[in-house]
């Protein structure tokens, strides 16, 4: 069975002090890992897609990585705007290319002080 | 790009009442459409799946069932709620059959009293 496990459970940053989200995972083949964020009472926002270990990808502040067990969202000089719950989710080989179930973390709560 | 609406955004029903949420995709050609439940301080919980119209797999037994009576448009209903069917629904859908990304709808707050 797929598992998706996130740390810390609850981050707190000064404005301007950079950190880093970690999403350890089990998957039987990877076929993708996704990161969203959340705002409280929102659907999530999609981030990013990594499909192999050594991929990265960034936007504006935030730089996600891969590696064949974890991941890793960098976030860079956070602002205030940046406080929400970011999600991991692990898609693998199983079930056929039109099944697409994701298997999410329990997220990470961030929270930016000014 | 795709447009995901729900409705209701809340919704307060007593135990033993019907249930229908709804949710349609703009934007989109032949999505993958799912229905994912959120309970307080937890993760996304995969209810059921579509890869067409008509074709419903469900991830978990319980008391709710899905259909998808049009290509962009995905249902989730029950027949009697239960205190546990409490939480905050989400659809999502991809931007067709085979891509992998998912784009989730605003959400539903269900409250069963």
């Known amino acids: 069975e797929d598992q998706v496990t996130q740390s810390p459970e609850a981050l707190r940053l000064q404005e301007g002090e950079s950190s880093s989200l970690n999403c350890s995972y089990t998957?039987?083949?990877?076929?993708?890992l996704f990161w969203y964020r959340q705002d409280p009472g929102k659907g999530p926002e999609f981030l990013f897609t990594?499909?192999?270990a050594g991929e990265e990808k960034e936007k504006e502040r935030l730089k996600a990585t891969l590696t064949k067990k974890e991941s890793f969202l960098h976030i860079t000089a956070p602002k205030p705007e940046d406080s929400a719950t970011y999600l991991c989710?692990?898609?693998?080989?199983?079930?056929?290319?039109?099944?697409?179930?994701?298997?999410f973390g329990q997220g990470t709560i961030l929270t930016v002080h000014p | 790009s795709q447009t995901i609406h729900q409705w209701p955004a809340t919704l307060v029903q007593p135990v033993g009442s019907p249930l229908s949420l709804e949710c349609t995709v703009e934007?989109?050609?032949?999505?993958?459409l799912y229905w994912y439940r959120q309970a307080a301080g937890r993760g996304l919980q995969l209810l059921f799946y579509?890869?067409?119209?008509?074709?419903i797999s469900s991830e978990v037994p319980q008391n709710l069932s899905a259909s998808r009576p049009q290509d962009r448009q995905f249902i989730l209903s029950s027949k009697k709620l239960l205190l546990s069917d409490s939480g905050f629904y989400l659809c999502?859908?991809?931007?067709?059959?085979?891509?992998?990304?998912?784009?989730f709808g605003p959400g539903t707050r269900l409250t069963v009293l």
């Open positions: 990594l499909y192999s």
């Open positions: 934007g989109t050609s032949n999505p993958n």
């Open positions: 998957v039987s083949g990877l076929r993708g």
């Open positions: 579509s890869v067409g119209i008509g074709q």
């Open positions: 999502a859908c991809t931007r067709d059959r085979v891509a992998d990304t998912q784009y």
């Open positions: 989710a692990v898609r693998s080989n199983a079930g056929g290319t039109s099944y697409g179930k994701l298997t």
